[in-house]
């Protein structure tokens, strides 16, 4: 008789621990998609800032040329040269 009472409740723990970690897999399936989204959207922004630095490389690297600083000078500030006029679009 105490076989079957050792047999059923060893049943019962060996059903516990398989729920247990069939719902312990589900929820570490569930993080690593969420990590994998998450290192995707890193790796965007690694790729968009790398761009962003290589403009800004450009620019340091061109700081010291006449026409970049001219550029700047126009387009960012709004100054212009001697003798240049200026015409503002005023239908928009």
Same mark, same amino acid.
């Given at each position: 008789?105490?076989?079957t009472k050792a047999s059923l409740i060893t049943k019962i723990v060996i059903f516990i621990l398989i729920v247990y970690?069939?719902?312990?897999?589900l929820n570490l399936r569930s993080r690593i998609q969420s990590a994998t989204t998450q290192y995707n959207e890193l790796?965007?922004?690694v790729v968009t800032q790398t761009a962003k630095n290589a403009v800004? %490389?450009?620019h340091i690297r061109n700081s !010291?040329?006449?026409d970049?600083?001219?550029e700047i000078a126009k387009e960012k500030l709004g100054l212009v040269e %001697?003798?240049?006029?200026v015409f503002? !679009?005023?239908?928009?």
């Open positions: 008789m105490k076989t970690l069939a719902i312990t897999l790796q965007s922004q800004v %490389e450009e !010291d040329d006449e970049t600083v001219l %001697e003798g240049e006029v503002y !679009d005023t239908t928009n």
